[in-house]
């Protein structure tokens, strides 16, 4: 069974740094993509980056590019997010999820890990 | 980057059958997938492809697309089916991904 498991809920203070975790089980890690996605309170979906655990080639959303940086160990099929000095506007609930491709050359991201909830507030 | 547009909020009585659009440029090349999410929760794949439900997805939930449009109909609606949902679709851009603005769906 695959499943994406998410570290737990933060609360950090401005200008703080944190690396939130997914760690992976089931399949084989460094053959699929994982993906960031950011919820902000209240509003829509984002997707803020991908990696590939296996070259750990990345690709930002160009609204995240500097603002984050996504990482993968692959000895412990873990992926991270990560921000080097947090803003109030950080805060939202993140998800990692799988993407996959469909034989029509579509997208889409077929399991999810639970969220992680991060609250930045002085 | 691409955009894709949704209505905010659409309402549909129990057991009635409703549609939800998805529209922009990269629907004309790429199928959109499709995901519920409920208060509190993790989005959920509920349609994948030409029109393909991941197991557990109940058949009452049916993906179709035309030109620039993509649409979830959800026939006879159940309670709890009253969720967000949004759709999602490999962008044309330089961006591998386009997410919809989403629609909440309210079950009278």
């Known amino acids: 069974e695959v499943q994406l498991v998410q570290s737990g809920a933060e609360v950090k203070k401005p200008g703080e740094s944190l690396k939130i975790s997914c760690e992976t089980s089931?399949?084989?890690?460094?053959?699929?993509?994982i993906v960031w996605v950011r919820q902000m309170p209240g509003k829509g979906l984002e997707w803020m980056g991908i990696?590939?655990?296996?070259?750990?080639?990345?690709i930002y959303s160009p609204s995240f590019q500097g603002q984050v940086t996504i990482s993968a160990d692959k000895s412990i099929s873990t992926a991270y997010l990560q921000w080097s000095s947090l803003k109030a506007s950080d805060t939202a609930m993140y998800y990692c999820?799988?993407?996959?491709?469909?034989?029509?050359?579509?997208?889409?991201?077929?399991?999810w890990g639970q969220g992680t909830l991060v609250t930045v507030s002085s | 980057s691409s955009e894709l547009t949704q209505d905010p909020a659409v309402s549909v009585a129990l057991g009635q059958t409703v549609r939800i659009t998805c529209q922009g440029d990269?629907?004309?090349?790429?199928?959109a997938s499709w995901y519920q999410q409920k208060p509190g929760q993790a989005p959920v794949l509920v349609i994948q492809?030409?029109?393909n439900r991941p197991s557990g997805i109940p058949d009452r939930f049916s993906g179709s697309s035309s030109g620039n449009t993509a649409s979830l109909t959800i026939t006879g609606a159940q309670a709890e089916d009253e969720a967000d949902y949004y759709c999602?679709?490999?962008?044309?851009?330089?961006?591998?991904?386009?997410f919809g603005t989403g629609t909440k769906v309210t079950v009278l």
């Open positions: 089931g399949y084989r890690f460094t053959t699929y993509w």
């Open positions: 990696i590939h655990p296996g070259d750990s080639k990345t």
């Open positions: 999602l679709s490999r962008d044309t851009s330089d961006n591998p991904y386009v």
């Open positions: 492809g030409k029109n």
């Open positions: 990269s629907l004309r090349s790429y199928y």
């Open positions: 999820a799988r993407p996959r491709e469909g034989i029509y050359g579509d997208y889409y991201f077929d399991h």
